[in-house]
């Protein structure tokens, strides 16, 4: 169920080169497209022809790329499910009984409804295509003395963490070391608060350049997230991208933890 | 200070800014005036930079308020500056995109239920891209991140708020115009 590696870099600028990524998002926009080709009433869909298209694109798509074919196979079997109790003789007792189309039909409906909106955002006047605004770099009017500090998101803690774990652990890859590993969260956050009483200001990467072991680096980065949630720590950066620095806010509130 | 000095302040600030400047922040300058009477400046200003007939354009946006080129002369300033951050999203990362402005706080698995492909590196790569942040956790079995739209989100599409995003379509509108679905993406954004 992966997707195409291509697809992930969506911003690059370098357009995935597979025939297929272009043609077809998924098996609901494939689906879409045969609808509209056949000129058929979304509500009332020839499940018999739709599927047997559906599935020849399918063995098209294989010969391309094996890879995406996973995620397509799902609504092939849900096309024949329907195809098949299509056939099935209606039982008496349940006069009204629901389309067995009605569900898929519910999403490929609801599936345009947001394509439609994404086409409506893309023909806005967008910025760094059709309009531009003042580029420059802010850091010229900024002095050391009034640097404005400003809270870290989540992602960017992540990112920094999995950026420096990666790097840490091909190094560590050659050296295999044993030891009884007894480091606790809660040993971790007093360490971190009796470092953070000697200096006021330290940067998060410094505390984890400390870390001895992959164990130690990940019991440093949980302690770092609980002080922080409980708020005895303030996790800052002067501007997005620039180090991020950790100071101490306040007693520890071990109660709730 | 005059109205006009004010006005004339208040533009500086939003010339010098890399951001878009909101009311609130243009009242911690200007700390004698209500927030309306900013708001009457900033609409005077919207409307005197329009009268002007010039290049660039003052406009609310983001929460905020900027000063953006025309959208007519896009094609010069990517001539004359080749350095410039071109806009791309890919028709996947524009679906996704969609789903989640319109239903968030959202999760990666109710936007996959939506296109039924696995959206995970689009996501990815949108909240790399500081268009999508995470707005917390859904409190059901796993606690799930739920993703939702950034300021710059709203800056880059041009939108003032989240409420500014156009309407979604009605149900039988989009049954009865089917046609109008992929095809109209730009070439070189697909």
Same mark, same amino acid.
């Given at each position: 169920?992966?997707?195409?590696?291509?697809?992930?870099?969506?911003?690059?600028?370098?357009?995935?080169?597979?025939?297929?990524?272009?043609?077809?998002?998924?098996?609901?926009?494939?689906?879409?497209?045969?609808?509209?080709?056949?000129?058929?009433?979304?509500?009332?869909?020839?499940?018999?022809?739709?599927?047997?298209?559906?599935?020849?694109?399918?063995?098209?798509?294989?010969?391309?790329?094996?890879?995406?074919?996973?995620?397509?196979?799902?609504?092939?079997?849900?096309?024949?499910?329907?195809?098949?109790?299509?056939?099935?003789?209606?039982?008496?007792?349940?006069?009204?009984?629901?389309?067995?189309?009605?569900?898929?039909?519910?999403?490929?409906?609801?599936?345009?409804?947001?394509?439609?909106?994404?086409?409506?955002?893309?023909?806005?006047?967008?910025?760094?295509?059709?309009?531009?605004?003042?580029?420059?770099?802010?850091?010229?009017?900024?002095?050391?003395?009034?640097?404005?500090?400003?809270?870290?998101?989540?992602?960017?803690?992540?990112?920094?963490?999995?950026?420096?774990?990666?790097?840490?652990?091909?190094?560590?890859?050659?050296?295999?070391?044993?030891?009884?590993?007894?480091?606790?969260?809660?040993?971790?956050?007093?360490?971190?608060?009796?470092?953070?009483?000697?200096?006021?200001?330290?940067?998060?990467?410094?505390?984890?350049?400390?870390?001895?072991?992959?164990?130690?680096?990940?019991?440093?980065?949980?302690?770092?997230?609980?002080?922080?949630?409980?708020?005895?720590?303030?996790?800052?950066?002067?501007?997005?991208?620039?180090?991020?620095?950790?100071?101490?806010?306040?007693?520890?509130?071990?109660?709730?933890? | 200070?005059?109205?006009?000095?004010?006005?004339?302040?208040?533009?500086?600030?939003?010339?010098?800014?890399?951001?878009?400047?909101?009311?609130?922040?243009?009242?911690?300058?200007?700390?004698?005036?209500?927030?309306?009477?900013?708001?009457?400046?900033?609409?005077?200003?919207?409307?005197?930079?329009? /009268? =002007?007939?010039?290049?660039? #354009? &003052? !406009?609310?946006?983001?929460?905020?308020?900027?000063?953006?080129?025309?959208?007519? @002369?896009?094609?010069?300033?990517?001539?004359?500056?080749?350095?410039?951050?071109?806009?791309?999203?890919?028709?996947?990362?524009?679906?996704?995109?969609?789903?989640?402005?319109?239903?968030?706080?959202?999760?990666?698995?109710?936007?996959?239920?939506?296109?039924?492909?696995?959206?995970?590196?689009?996501?990815? /790569? =949108?909240?790399?891209?500081? #268009? &999508? !942040?995470?707005?917390?956790?859904?409190?059901?079995?796993?606690?799930?991140?739920? @993703?939702?739209?950034?300021?710059?989100?709203?800056?880059?599409?041009?939108?003032?708020?989240?409420?500014?995003?156009?309407?979604?379509?009605?149900?039988?509108?989009?049954?009865?115009?089917?046609?109008?679905?992929?095809?109209?993406?730009?070439?070189?954004?697909?």
């Amino acid at each position: 169920m992966n997707e195409n590696p291509h697809e992930a870099d969506a911003f690059s600028s370098h357009e995935p080169c597979l025939v297929k990524t272009q043609l077809f998002e998924g098996p609901l926009d494939l689906l879409l497209h045969l609808i509209k080709k056949n000129e058929v009433d979304i509500y009332d869909i020839p499940i018999a022809v739709i599927t047997e298209q559906y599935i020849e694109y399918l063995e098209m798509m294989k010969e391309l790329d094996l890879q995406v074919v996973g995620e397509y196979l799902v609504i092939a079997a849900e096309l024949s499910l329907i195809k098949s109790r299509m056939l099935l003789p209606k039982p008496v007792v349940e006069e009204d009984e629901l389309d067995p189309r009605a569900e898929l039909v519910r999403r490929l409906i609801e599936y345009q409804r947001y394509r439609d909106a994404a086409n409506e955002l893309i023909g806005r006047e967008i910025l760094g295509r059709d309009v531009f605004k003042r580029e420059f770099d802010m850091s010229v009017y900024v002095t050391e003395e009034e640097v404005e500090l400003v809270p870290v998101d989540l992602w960017s803690l992540i990112e920094t963490f999995r950026d420096f774990y990666r790097k840490r652990s091909n190094l560590w890859a050659e050296q295999i070391v044993f030891e009884v590993e007894s480091l606790t969260i809660e040993d971790k956050i007093a360490e971190v608060l009796e470092k953070l009483k000697m200096k006021a200001v330290i940067k998060f990467e410094e505390f984890l350049e400390e870390c001895a072991s992959k164990f130690d680096l990940v019991v440093t980065f949980l302690a770092l997230l609980e002080l922080a949630r409980m708020e005895n720590i303030l996790v800052v950066q002067e501007a997005h991208g620039s180090p991020i620095l950790i100071s101490y806010a306040g007693e520890p509130n071990i109660g709730t933890y | 200070m005059e109205p006009t000095d004010i006005k004339k302040a208040i533009e500086c600030i939003i010339f010098v800014s890399d951001q878009p400047v909101s009311v609130d922040k243009l009242q911690q300058v200007f700390m004698e005036l209500e927030k309306g009477d900013i708001r009457k400046y900033l609409k005077e200003l919207i409307q005197d930079w329009g /009268a =002007l007939g010039r290049g660039i #354009i &003052l !406009e609310e946006v983001a929460g905020g308020y900027q000063f953006r080129t025309d959208p007519a @002369y896009s094609e010069y300033i990517t001539n004359f500056n080749k350095r410039v951050k071109k806009f791309r999203l890919s028709r996947a990362a524009l679906e996704v995109l969609a789903i989640i402005a319109y239903k968030q706080p959202v999760t990666r698995v109710e936007v996959e239920s939506i296109r039924g492909v696995d959206s995970s590196g689009v996501i990815n /790569a =949108l909240l790399e891209r500081r #268009i &999508l !942040e995470i707005k917390g956790r859904k409190e059901v079995i796993g606690k799930p991140f739920l @993703y939702g739209t950034t300021g710059e989100f709203l800056e880059v599409f041009g939108l003032k708020n989240l409420s500014d995003l156009p309407t979604l379509k009605e149900i039988d509108e989009i049954s009865k115009n089917l046609d109008t679905g992929i095809s109209s993406i730009p070439e070189e954004l697909s």
